[in-house]
């Protein structure tokens, strides 16, 4: 039948389109609900998103397909004679006119369908099945790019293979956001990708730059590409200053301040005040002037209480308000495997707010003095803290890092907002009998915290290691974003003594270096952990 299947089966496509629109109108032959129309609607509406959001998965994956296969065919039908980067060009000309897309947008979109075609056999099924989104097959390509064919089917298998020994918990990847599978995704890339992070990163850091870009009305971008922890620090140091400088008398907002302290940073305008230049630990660059690196990375961690976590830890609480060289100080969790921190591995550590670190970077945060570096018992099973409690209504600080490990940014499908700007709260309230430990504790950002306690939006049970999820005021269930915790890689000249009764007490495989305990240490953190 050929160009006529094709003609037939889209007019049936913009037919079925026709009575779905009508179905949104509300104006189909049957009400969704004859009890209760509009109530009938609102549901029939969702039902219809999540059935479109299906339909243009494998539309993605239709166009995918058709066009490797046009670049197949064009190239035979063009003959041996045309070189080869000249065939790409016209091939991506072509399709770049038949969907209106760019030159540069074109051949990335041709780009990432040979990937799916040929080398990401899951992501393209789950593209065809309405599982997974187009966003979602073109972070998998982009990550999959620096990979072997052995790195890609394993990245493949984690995310999308439940049946995988080491498949990925929580959410499904098709029910997260595309730029959060992007960060779940680039946190399994470094931890497994065959060259090691410290090589990669030292080709990064020679590609340290600046960039400007114009925008609209009269304005434009200022953006630099650094070392992840020199970036961490300074957005955490903007927004400490920024907080320090809310009032009933300050009208600018808080992404306002954060711009405004900026450019006072880097044109040497600011107008505001400065007592933090003086002498001291804080005040360590290379220039002489300032606060370091680890002081900046200590962005404002919270206090003890279940609200207003932001506020206690001394930013707001100042005499005078700081300006952007002063050394604030608070906390962010530097969580970094004993192997790599003792050099005796290259498995990357955990930067709180960005993800996965080399652990030369962590070594000099921790030995710079970052207020951040914790001794955490971890299950060596899985990676995961362990559960501590408290029988009192105030939340520790010790326990809000925990739930910050835990949880790695605010629960709420699709948030990203991390844990520094979190509060600290309990999913069954404490009038209600609710205890005050991580498994029935949440860190909603503000906004949804705000959302919890005004909607009808309600979280479900947690554990001690899985955040809560999430009921919607429709009474559907979405299920929350996990940390993919991996248990420590043990360096091959690690000697392992077992102990049984001690693996028993605490969890730990008892390992010996030189002497050195590291199951009695790890112990020893969780028992006696270091003051807040």
């Not at 109530?39 to 994956?61: K, S, T």
């Not at 003959?79 to 065939?87: E, L, N, T």
């Not at 290379?286 to 002081?295: H, L």
């Not at 269930?477 to 077992?498: G, I, M, T």
């Amino acid at each position: 039948m050929g160009t006529a299947a094709v003609v037939k089966a889209y007019a049936d496509i913009r037919a079925a389109l026709a009575v779905l629109n009508t179905e949104v109108d509300g104006c189909g032959s049957d009400p969704f609900s004859v009890v209760d129309p509009l109530a009938g609607l609102a549901d029939g509406c969702l039902d219809i998103l999540a059935g479109a959001r299906e339909v243009e998965a494998g539309f993605a994956g239709l166009k995918a397909k058709a066009a490797v296969k046009y670049a197949e065919s064009a190239s035979v039908v063009a003959g041996p004679d045309v070189p080869v980067q000249a065939q790409e060009m016209a091939v991506a000309a072509e399709v770049g006119c038949v969907l209106a897309l760019g030159p540069r947008a074109a051949s990335s979109f041709l780009a990432t369908s040979h990937a799916l075609m040929s080398s990401l056999p899951r992501t393209f099924a789950g593209l065809q099945a309405g599982t997974l989104s187009w966003s979602h097959a073109v972070v998998m390509a982009d990550e999959a790019a620096s990979l072997d064919t052995a790195g890609s089917a394993a990245l493949e298998a984690h995310f999308l293979d439940p049946e995988a020994p080491d498949s990925a918990k929580g959410c499904p990847v098709g029910q997260l956001p595309a730029h959060r599978f992007r960060v779940k995704a680039r946190t399994w890339r470094e931890r497994h990708h065959a060259e090691s992070i410290e090589k990669r990163h030292a080709k990064g850091v020679a590609d340290r730059r600046v960039e400007f870009r114009p925008d609209q009305d009269g304005m434009a971008w200022l953006s630099a590409c650094l070392p992840a922890a020199q970036a961490l620090a300074g957005w955490n140091r903007l927004t400490a200053v920024a907080r320090s400088l809310q009032g009933p008398e300050e009208s600018r907002t808080m992404s306002q301040l954060r711009a405004d302290k900026f450019a006072d940073a880097i044109l040497g305008s600011s107008s505001s005040s400065s007592s933090g230049s003086g002498s001291g630990s804080g005040n360590r660059t290379s220039s002489g002037r300032g606060a370091s690196v680890t002081d900046a990375i200590d962005e404002a961690d919270g206090g003890d209480g279940d609200t207003g976590a932001r506020d206690s830890a001394g930013v707001n609480g100042r005499a005078g308000r700081e300006d952007v060289s002063s050394p604030i100080r608070a906390q962010v969790l530097v969580t970094v495997p004993v192997f790599s921190l003792m050099g005796l591995a290259d498995e990357p550590a955990m930067l709180d707010g960005y993800g996965p670190i080399p652990p030369s970077m962590a070594r000099d945060l921790v030995a710079n003095g970052a207020g951040s570096f914790y001794r955490v018992l971890v299950d060596p099973r899985d990676g995961a803290p362990l559960e501590i409690g408290r029988k009192s209504y105030r939340v520790t600080g010790a326990m809000r890092a925990w739930l910050r490990m835990r949880d790695g940014k605010c629960p709420f499908p699709g948030c990203s907002n991390n844990s520094l700007d979190n509060d600290a709260d309990h999913i069954l309230a404490w009038a209600k009998g609710g205890t005050t430990g991580i498994s029935n504790l949440g860190q909603p950002c503000p906004k949804h915290h705000k959302l919890r306690h005004s909607t009808g939006w309600k979280p479900t049970r947690a554990t001690k290691n899985e955040p809560p999820g999430w009921i919607s005021p429709a009474g559907r269930h979405y299920p929350s974003e996990h940390q993919d915790w991996e248990p420590p890689k043990r360096p091959r000249q690690l000697v392992p003594q077992l102990n049984p009764a001690q693996r028993a007490i605490s969890g730990c495989t008892d390992l010996v270096v030189g002497g050195f305990s590291l199951g009695e240490a790890c112990l020893d953190g969780i028992l006696h952990p270091p003051s807040a």
